[in-house]
């Protein structure tokens, strides 16, 4: 099993920053993508960023720019600094990483818990 452990978020003012982290554990053998996806009431999970085991990004239109997803292969950690954060923001974060298991060398999705953040007016 893996586990995805998550810190960060919060609420922020329009205009400000939070930085979203987010570690991998377990019977890892290894990860291909790790990103953050979000969920807004009344509206479906969406993807933020995402980062290659190469360390390729891809970002949602919507926070080009202000975004900025970086990730440690050796820990198994991905980062999400959010700048310039606006109200629509707001969501639950959550991790998602795909593992391939260090026992079955199966790929498998796993999800964190999810982290709230809020960016008020």
């Known amino acids: 099993q893996v586990q995805l452990v998550e810190s960060g978020g919060g609420l922020v003012q329009a205009g400000g920053s939070l930085r979203l982290s987010c570690a991998a554990s377990?019977?890892?053998?290894?990860?291909?993508?790790m990103g953050w996806y979000r969920q807004a009431p009344g509206k479906q999970r969406e993807l933020v960023a995402a980062?290659?085991?190469?360390?390729?990004?891809n970002y949602a239109d919507s926070v080009k720019g202000r975004f900025t997803l970086s990730r440690d292969n050796a820990k198994n950690t991905v980062l999400l600094q959010m700048n310039s954060l606006k109200p629509e923001d707001t969501a639950i974060y959550y991790c998602?990483?795909?593992?391939?298991?260090?026992?079955?060398?199966?790929?498998?999705?796993?999800w964190g818990q999810g982290t709230q953040v809020t960016v008020s007016s």
């Open positions: 980062i290659t085991s190469g360390g390729s990004t």
């Open positions: 998602n990483a795909v593992v391939r298991d260090l026992i079955t060398f199966y790929l498998k999705d796993y």
């Open positions: 377990g019977s890892i053998s290894s990860i291909n993508d």
